[in-house]
């Protein structure tokens, strides 16, 4: 039974790298919730190999004895039959996670070199696009949207931001989150007291951008930021400082289809 509970705890590990339909919270919920039923699966499945174990090893000990009963045999032997009916079961709901979590991947990877191909027009000084825990990032570099220490969109920015509007109106099951990143260099001044309100900040403009400039639905989108505590690079270096001044666009698949099976 071991590579039985290796198998499902590989599962539970991958299901920990899907994301959620209505937000981050809800996505790492559902990641939470896909592994806890995973492992309790594999519990549940060598509990049931030992029990089958326990009833063969009964049924040995009555033959051997001069107790032993063809009716024995058969209630012994019928019990065996539906432990092996439920092992099937759950065999059969693990093959089909297995094949939903294939196709979240397969999905992810569609949209994440759809959005790659719209945006290639930007250098990967400025933009760059990748996969990560079953999400697609879109990574926009300082440079790119803002003057520095400010919130106010530039034209090349709102360019980025319409060219990937444009792939976000032609997936509309695909949700989305805008966080905003700093530099660790602490910032004070009568709009932005800190790294916290400018990064807030940026996230919010670009939304803004994204949603009365653009049409996407804002139904869709979560603004956040992250301030300076998740850097990419050392803010040691000021090409360093300048990789973490960043605002990266999070698309999130949906879960629904996944979390429904697991559920059910």
Known sequence: MTYKVYAVALL??????LSSCVSNKKYLAAKSQASRDSLSLAAEL??????????????????????????????SQDEIAKQQQKL???????????????????????????IADAMKGFSNDQLRVFSKNGKVYVSMQESLLFPSASATVN??????????????????????IVEGHTDSMAIHTAKYPDNWALSVARSTAITRVLTEEYKVAPQR?????????E???????????????RTEIILAPKLDELMGLIQG
């Open 155 to 176: 034209p090349k920015g709102k360019e980025a931001l319409g060219t990937l509007a444009g792939a976000l109106n032609q997936n509309p099951d695909i949700n989305i």
């Open 12 to 17: 539970a590990t991958m299901i920990c790298g």
């Open 231 to 245: 850097p990419v690079a050392d803010n040691a270096t000021p090409e360093g400082r300048a990789q973490n001044r």
């Open 88 to 114: 099937r079961e759950q065999q059969e709901k693990m093959e089909q996670l297995q094949q939903l979590i294939d196709r979240q991947k397969a999905a992810t990877e569609a949209l994440r070199a759809k």
């Open 221 to 229: 989108i979560t603004a956040s930021g992250r301030s300076q505590y």
């Open 46 to 75: 060598a509990e049931r190999d030992a029990r089958l174990g326990q009833l063969s090893s009964k049924i040995d000990q009555m033959k051997a004895s001069s107790d032993f009963t063809n009716s024995q045999l058969n209630q």
